[in-house]
C-alpha cells in the first residue's frame, strides 16, 4: 500500500493549488511517503519540492483510504494523509516540477475540475475544524463510485 501526504495551504481567502496535467484536475500539493519517513516530514518536503515553499506548523486535517476497484475487486489502494496550514515562508516556484501552480480563492474551490472525492475533504479542511477520515472508492476511470466520510458530510 503506498503512503501519500499533502497539505492544502490557505492565505486569507487564496488557497494554493497544483493542477496536474495528466488530467487538468486541480490538487493539493504533496506526493509519496520516502522510507522510515513520517507523514509530516513528507508533507513538508514534498511541498517545498513542489512549489518551493516552506510550511510552518501544518496540521493533519484529514486521513484517506483511497481504492481503486474494478469488477468489485480492489486493483490499487493508498493511504492519503491530508495537511493544513495558514504560516508559510519562501518564494513560489515559477515552474512546478509536477504541472501549474496557482492561488485560487476559496470560494471558486468547489468548481474546479478535482478528484470527486477531493471536493469532500477540501470543503471540510477549508470550512470546519477537525480531522476528518474517509474511504474513497473509485473506477479505473477515477470515477467516484462510492465514499464513507467521518465526520460524515453535512
Known sequence: MRRVSNCILRDQDQVLMLRKPSRGWWVAPGGKMETR??????????????????????????????????????????????????????????????????????ENIKNLPMAPGDHYFFDHILNHEGLIYGTFVYSREYRLLSYQLDPEKE
Open 37 to 106: 519517513e513520517s507523514v509530516k516530514e513528507s508533507a513538508v518536503r514534498e511541498y517545498k519540492e513542489e512549489t518551493g515553499i516552506d510550511l510552518h506548523a501544518p496540521t493533519l486535517r484529514g486521513v484517506f483510504t483511497v481504492v481503486i476497484e474494478e469488477d468489485g475487486e480492489t486493483v490499487d489502494e493508498w493511504m492519503l494523509f491530508t495537511f493544513y496550514a495558514e504560516n508559510y515562508s519562501g518564494t513560489l516556484l515559477e515552474q512546478s516540477p509536477e504541472g501549474h501552480l496557482e492561488w485560487q480563492r476559496q
